[in-house]
């Protein structure tokens, strides 16, 4: 069985601050990992994954995420935040069961960005 | 390439009634998910296909709940009859394994 943790279901912070989003997970198998956001009235857009190789991946709006085996996470950083990415942020992890991949999401983070 | 397309868009019905939604998944996405994402939760896996084969329906309700996937290309969710706690966005999704989920733009179903 797996599992995705987000601790924080709502995080406000001030425009230009950072921001870290928590995601922790739980797999008996090798996982792939992934960060999808939810803009207000819109579908899921994936934000960013781990796959395999280097642990920091980068997405091409400035997140950031670290995938942390000994730790079990994928926190997803931003050093500077902007209005536009208030949003809803789902971390999911899809390991191999059965044969086939099944992705597990969290219960998400609101992002909520302060001018 | 072109996304996941689901119809409709919105949809509200009374309670006891039928609907159903469509989804096409990416051209050459051999697996597609339908997920029920309730106001202010993640979304929940309902079924997944793997071509035109179910992999996982074990939280689909299906009293109530069926899904096909004819010729393993587009889908079809239905709900028959639909209760109130049923309002939800109903998402489609297909993947190439590893390269993660491409979502379609859901379908908000209000039951009444």
């Known amino acids: 069985a797996q599992s995705v943790t987000q601790l924080d279901s709502q995080v406000p912070v001030f425009e230009e601050a950072p921001v870290e989003l928590r995601c922790n997970y739980s797999s008996s198998v090798s996982v792939y990992l992934f960060w999808y956001v939810q803009y207000p009235n819109q579908g899921l857009q994936l934000l960013l994954k781990?796959?395999?190789?280097?642990?920091l991946v980068e997405s091409i709006n400035g997140f950031e995420a670290e995938f942390n085996k000994s730790q079990t996470s994928f926190h997803l950083r931003k050093p500077s935040v902007h209005i536009s990415d208030t949003a809803e942020y789902f971390c999911a992890v899809s390991g191999n069961s059965g044969g086939y991949q099944k992705v597990t999401f969290g219960t998400g983070t609101k992002l909520q960005v302060i001018p | 390439e072109a996304g996941v397309a689901q119809s409709p868009r919105y949809k509200i019905i009374e309670k006891r009634q039928s609907v159903a939604f469509w989804c096409n998944p990416i051209s050459g996405h051999a697996t597609l998910y339908w997920y029920q994402q309730i106001l202010g939760q993640g979304p929940k896996l309902l079924i997944q296909f793997q071509n035109n084969g179910v992999v996982d329906d074990s939280q689909l309700p299906k009293d109530r709940f069926s899904a096909e996937r004819l010729k393993g290309v587009d889908s079809t969710l239905k709900i028959q009859p639909a209760k109130l706690e049923d309002s939800a966005v109903y998402l489609c999704a297909s993947s190439l394994v590893g390269h993660g989920y491409t979502f379609g733009s859901g379908t908000r179903l209000t039951v009444v």
């Open positions: 781990y796959l395999s190789g280097s642990t």
